[in-house]
């Protein structure tokens, strides 16, 4: 039976956006129930991020899946014969990842789905991104849209909601959401290939955009980066 508490599922990678998704996930009044992947990504230093963003955040719960993603390949995130490239890059990056927001919101689905959760947050963002095309608002939408055509809670009067509220902001905006809420952004670690100690590269393109968001806030980079 489904009680008065909210619940929401949120997908944590350890990274500055998902950070942020989480805090505003709490300041709503959701109980989270946090999920994280180690997925064979490159590095996994984001995982140790995430349980300390997880701890420091007081979360109800939070779960680590582990997922073999590099066995199938394809993308330099988790194939390591695939260098990651320095700065932009024309179309979709190698650092694509097939079907990743899809595998992991339909993880987060089941989880939902016995939970009697409302929601789940996904930190995607359509602004400042790579142009991954599994962070656009069309793809969202049509998983909300299966979710709960393809669920026992959705076909029984009780629909999930796929939450992104980070999609139509910037990063420095998204930077900005995150400080009022408390998120400190010295745990959280967005580079693709960060060293055993946390330390960023400062040269892939996600390393570029949280650079430039924090520039372009008027913030200091808390950012421990390799010199």
Same mark, same amino acid.
Request: aromatic fraction near 6%; glycine fraction near 8%.
């Given at each position: !039976?489904?009680? *008065?508490?909210?619940? $929401?599922?949120?997908?944590?990678?350890g990274?500055?956006? *998902?950070?942020t998704? +989480?805090a505003i996930?709490k300041?709503? %009044?959701y109980? /989270?129930?946090?999920l994280?992947?180690?997925?064979?990504?490159?590095s996994?230093t984001?995982?140790?991020?995430a349980?300390?963003?997880?701890?420091?955040?007081?979360?109800t719960e939070?779960?680590v899946?582990?997922?073999n993603l590099e066995d199938?390949? #394809? *993308?330099a +995130?988790?194939?390591? *014969?695939?260098?990651?490239?320095? %700065?932009?890059?024309?179309?979709?990056?190698?650092?694509?990842v097939?079907?990743?927001?899809?595998?992991?919101?339909s993880l987060? +689905?089941?989880? =939902?789905? &016995?939970?009697?959760?409302?929601?789940?947050?996904? %930190?995607?963002? $359509?602004v400042?991104y790579?142009?991954?095309p599994?962070c656009?608002?069309e793809?969202?939408?049509?998983?909300?849209? !299966?979710?709960? +055509?393809?669920?026992?809670?959705?076909?029984s #009067?009780?629909?999930?909601?796929?939450?992104t509220?980070?999609?139509?902001?910037?990063k420095a905006?998204?930077?900005k959401?995150g @400080? =009022?809420? %408390?998120v400190?952004?010295?745990?959280?670690?967005s580079?693709?290939? =960060?060293?055993?100690?946390g330390r960023?590269c #400062?040269? /892939?393109?996600?390393?570029? @955009?949280?650079?430039?968001?924090?520039?372009? =806030?008027?913030?200091?980079?808390?950012?421990?980066y390799v &010199?």
């Open positions: !039976m489904k009680d *008065s508490q909210k619940r $929401a599922v949120v997908l944590l990678s990274g500055l956006d *998902s950070a998704a +989480l996930a300041s709503r %009044g109980s /989270c129930h946090v994280s992947f180690d997925y064979g990504q490159r996994q984001e995982l140790n991020a349980r300390s963003i997880a701890q420091d955040m007081d979360v939070h779960r899946l582990r997922l199938f390949g #394809g *993308s +995130l988790t194939d390591t *014969s695939i260098d990651v490239p320095d %700065g932009e890059t024309e179309g979709i990056p190698v650092t694509y097939p079907a990743r927001n899809t595998v992991f919101l987060a +689905l089941g989880w =939902a789905e &016995v939970l009697h959760a409302e929601a789940i947050f996904i %930190g995607v963002n $359509a400042d790579s142009g991954y599994d656009r608002p793809f969202i939408e049509a998983f909300e849209k !299966m979710a709960n +055509l393809a669920t026992r809670n959705g076909v #009067g009780e629909p999930i909601h796929i939450e509220p980070l999609i139509d902001l910037t905006e998204i930077i959401a @400080l =009022a809420l %408390g400190d952004y010295s745990k959280t670690l580079c693709y290939q =960060a060293d055993d100690q960023a #400062g040269h /892939c393109d996600s390393c570029r @955009l949280r650079a430039k968001g924090f520039a372009d =806030a008027r913030v200091e980079d808390p950012t421990p &010199v």
